[in-house]
């Protein structure tokens, strides 16, 4: 009996993707990523994409579902998975008044890798932005009688590492852990008048939390199968290290002062998700639902609420020939999704309203799956001076499934 072991550039190109210092080319200027910690992520960019970012009820037998910590365990054994998403975003900004503005983004979305620990035991590890700030305010200030004209900028957002244990119990439910690590800076810079020496408020984040998950597959009759799933994500009182600096023209820091820790309390979350298939034809369901009210954080015009989030999509996959299989082809995909923010400003709690379309095309070995996805939405509103932002997004997602090891058996 002889092993063969099969390797690839894999390792290589996640060092590179890793190792490039600006993952993104910033140019989102959202007024509402200045409230709390920022503009949460609440999509999925994988192949759960164009069905809404549905997928808590699926499993990651094509694909890491990181919606659903119990999914891993269906990672096919002996394989070693692998995942990459690309965003590209165009926004328009526009309100009552005179605003109507577009800005563009390029980002990294999501790094993820897999693989099969043993028969019932599914591990993954990656990285991808819990939350992003980008924004840019004017405003009057008035020194002396004299209105000068300042100038707020905040960058920055909070990342998400995270390792994911999954287990299948019985034929028919599995259940996971993940363990994120929840860290990055949030920076608000602060200038009146064009003035040489400007504030800045440096604050860093570090923390851990819990989402656990839970999925259930079963046969409906002879073709059709029934998924549900559901997670759940602890409570985590998040502290935030504080820093005072005040830097001149060129970012040099002139003086600095350390503050008092802030604390900042990051709510339960529940989510369910079912699935229904014949292995052609794919229907999917989310909700999710995170409880912010309870804890009673807010600032002058605003205040977090709890948000709810719905989405549903179909799929369908068209069916191959490989060698003397039947297997998946060409997929397509098309969802709707509808969201409550946890923001509430003047009143108004902040609503986003998209639709999305998917396609994921496999290489010839079936190895590689090149998915691309597409979504157009609204968020916010004009009523209460506020914005409406009218957005398009773009996703390209890789995903490999390798064989980690051949056995090959000689007479």
């Keep these: 009996m002889k092993r063969i072991k099969y390797t690839t550039g894999l390792c290589g190109l996640m060092m590179l993707l890793m190792g490039t210092r600006a993952l993104a080319q ?125 100038t707020t900028t905040g960058d920055g957002g909070i990342n998400k590492g995270y390792i994911t244990n999954s287990v299948r119990l019985t034929k028919n439910f599995s259940v996971g852990v993940a363990t994120n690590f929840l860290f990055g800076p949030i920076n608000t810079l602060e200038n009146v008048g064009g003035d040489t020496i400007s504030t800045k408020l440096q604050r860093y984040a570090f923390n851990v939390n819990f989402n656990t998950g839970i999925q259930y597959t079963g046969r409906i009759g002879s073709k059709w199968v029934l998924g549900l799933g559901a997670t759940y994500r602890f409570k985590t009182n998040m502290k935030f290290n504080k820093k005072l600096i005040i830097q001149n023209s060129s970012e040099t820091t002139v003086y600095s002062y350390d503050l008092e820790d802030e604390k ?25 639902r995170q409880m912010w009210s309870q804890y009673g954080q807010s600032g002058t015009h605003y205040k ?28 397509v995909q098309a969802g709707f999704a509808y969201n409550n923010s946890y923001l509430q400003l003047y009143g108004q709690q902040m609503k986003d309203v998209s639709g999305s379309a998917g396609i994921s095309i496999p290489s010839k070995s079936g190895a590689i799956r090149y998915y691309i996805g597409l979504e157009a939405g609204q968020r916010g509103t004009l009523n209460s001076g506020l914005i409406k932002e009218t957005y398009m997004n773009a996703v390209f997602h890789f995903s490999l499934r390798d064989i980690w090891f051949i056995r090959r058996t000689y007479d």
Aim: aromatic share 14%; no cysteine.
């Design 26 to 150: 910033h140019g989102i200027n959202s007024l509402y990523s200045a409230y709390a910690i920022g503009d949460l992520e609440e999509r999925d960019y994988t192949r759960n994409f164009g069905v809404g970012s549905s997928g808590v009820a699926r499993r990651s037998d094509y694909f890491l579902n990181e919606l659903n910590p119990a999914s891993y365990s269906a990672i096919p054994r002996q394989h070693f998975m692998f995942d990459v998403s690309l965003r590209g975003q165009i926004v328009g900004y526009k309100n009552n008044s005179s605003l109507n503005q577009t800005a563009g983004d390029l980002s990294i979305r999501r790094l993820a890798i897999g693989f099969k620990a043993n028969n019932r035991w599914g591990i993954s590890a990656g990285f991808a932005p819990y939350s992003s700030v980008n924004y840019k305010l004017l405003s009057t200030t008035y020194l002396d009688g004299s209105g000068q004209t300042t």
């Design 264 to 288: 900042y309390t990051l709510p339960e979350m529940y989510t369910g998700g079912i699935s229904i298939s014949n292995g052609t034809l794919t229907w999917l369901a989310d909700w999710k």
């Design 304 to 331: 977090l609420v709890d948000a709810d989030r719905y989405s549903t999509g179909l799929e369908y996959a068209f069916r191959r020939t490989y060698g003397d299989m039947r297997v998946e082809g060409v997929v």
